[in-house]
């Protein structure tokens, strides 16, 4: 009893010291102009997070009490999100664009036929629109991502409006991992690592990123595939799709596990969200183009090879062809679906050239049933590549530091490497770090050789 009590203290403390530092991010208001502060306390939150994911992988406590702790996770994880979103979402213009589409559909313009600096748009320019990036370019949000955008704007036109809707979708991520650890037979405490993560806090619900849309219905479609609902689940696959078009790469991993007519559901609800906009998608190939093309940011593995091989071409065409080697490889596995999308998306998100911080938040989910703290520590990390914006607020510079790439990871590296090799952990039941060392070590290989030859 005396335990239980202290375990209770325990996280309600973490809980306390987690809101206090959100309330500090929500008090400096303008993070663009306190960038150095930001990181410091995002930094200091996530200790206590730490600890926590530290205590639900060691205690082995009875149900009784693993219940009243996920109530304590529940409330801090409501808690959390209400607070962030009184914070401005300063560190990322991606919500500006949010608004404008919006807000152009409840005009009755099509958001992929005009870029926002388009002269047909003069007469709608405002303060959101001063805020949004590459206005030259017509925006590449898939058509379910701009009926949430729709919808947030209809009811008002405003970050807050937004915000609660993709809040939303963020609680029904962990209500749906929550499903799957009663499904597995794993402690429901493990919803913390999700729930409390300081990346997610801060990238869904004060950046306000639609990625919480794309990660809810990737999660579900896991969760009805376990069902044995697989039309279902493919509708879910194809709706995450529509809202971050990077779903797309799971869909090879169904060919073995789904009955090829079944196939069809992913194809006809892709037709039919996009058929209203079917003459008038030019533009939106053009910035998925132009994004896929020119855009590169915080990148690791991928980095190396273009050092190497002197050519961004080539080397996007090394990572292309590993991960279709990769997808092949694990279609023919005889492995769990949550655990071949765990494995290629964080293959995805170690080899793109471009990994901006709200992208890590598509693997956290899986972090609550597959245990390896080099993820984990990556999240926060991550953080740090913010610090590209002193430059860009200051002199419209964006450059990276070297130094901020050896800090973010280094520790991630080395802890992925060690934890693999290490005993202690190889014996585990949990831990699927080695996997993606095998990512990391065939992708070196496969390097090595294409630039001998």
């Known amino acids: 009893m005396f335990r239980n009590n202290s375990r209770f203290k325990n996280i309600i403390i973490s809980g306390i010291l987690i809101e206090i530092s959100l309330l500090v991010i929500v008090l400096l208001g303008n993070l663009r ?21 530290h205590l639900i992988w060691k205690d082995k406590v009875d149900f009784k009490t693993k219940k009243k702790i996920f109530s304590i996770i529940i409330l801090f994880a409501v808690i959390f999100r209400l607070t962030l979103l009184f914070s401005p979402p300063t560190l990322s213009e991606d919500i500006n664009r949010y608004l404008w589409d919006g807000r152009m559909a409840c005009n009755g313009i099509n958001p992929y036929c005009f870029p926002p600096e388009a002269e047909e748009l003069t007469d709608f320019r405002d303060d959101i ?29 405003s970050f807050y409006s937004l915000k609660l809707f993709l809040i939303l979708f963020d609680l029904l991520t962990i209500f749906v991992i929550y499903k799957i650890l009663i499904m597995k037979d794993q402690d429901i405490s493990n919803t913390l690592i999700y729930a409390w993560n300081p990346l997610v806090l801060i990238e869904i619900s004060g950046s306000g990123h639609h990625d919480s849309i794309f990660v809810f219905f990737l999660i579900l479609s896991i969760y009805l595939f376990l069902l044995n609902r697989s039309k279902m689940s493919l509708f879910s696959l194809a709706l995450s799709f529509l809202s971050k078009l990077t779903a797309v790469v799971m869909l090879p991993l169904y060919i073995k596990k789904i009955k090829n007519k079944e196939f ?9 969200f996009y058929l209203p906009f079917i003459l008038e998608l030019d533009g939106l190939f053009s910035t998925i183009i132009t994004v896929g093309s020119k855009w590169r940011f915080n990148d690791s593995i991928f980095s190396i090879i273009n050092y190497y ?21 694990l279609i023919y596995r005889k492995t769990d679906m949550m655990k071949s999308e765990y494995i290629l ?21 899986f972090l609550c049933f597959f245990k390896n703290r080099a993820w984990i520590v990556l999240t926060s990390l991550s953080l ?28 991630f590296y080395a802890l992925m490497i060690y934890d693999t090799v290490s005993k202690k952990f190889k014996e585990s039941q949990h831990f699927y770090g080695s996997d993606l060392l095998v990512v990391m070590l065939t992708s070196c290989c496969l390097v090595f050789i294409i630039l001998m030859g």
């Open 309 to 329: 091989a002197g050519s961004v071409v080539v080397s996007k065409m090394i990572i292309l062809l590993f991960f279709i080697l990769l997808t092949i490889y």
């Open 345 to 365: 998306i964080g293959a995805l998100l170690i080899l793109t050239p471009n990994l901006h911080p709200w992208y890590l938040v598509w693997i956290v989910p």
């Open 264 to 272: 069809l559901v992913f194809p006809l609800v892709i037709l039919l």
């Open 33 to 53: 102009n306190h960038i150095y502060p930001f990181i410091a306390v995002s930094l200091i939150l996530s200790i206590p997070y730490f600890i926590q994911v």
């Open 384 to 411: 740090i590549s913010y610090q590209v914006l002193i430059g860009y607020v200051e002199r419209g510079i964006w450059q990276e530091s070297l130094w901020v790439k050896l800090i973010e990871y280094i520790p």
């Open 129 to 157: 629109y001063k805020d949004i990036n590459h206005k030259y370019l017509v925006t590449f949000y898939p058509p379910l991502s701009q009926i949430i955008f729709h919808l947030a704007v209809k009811i008002d036109y």
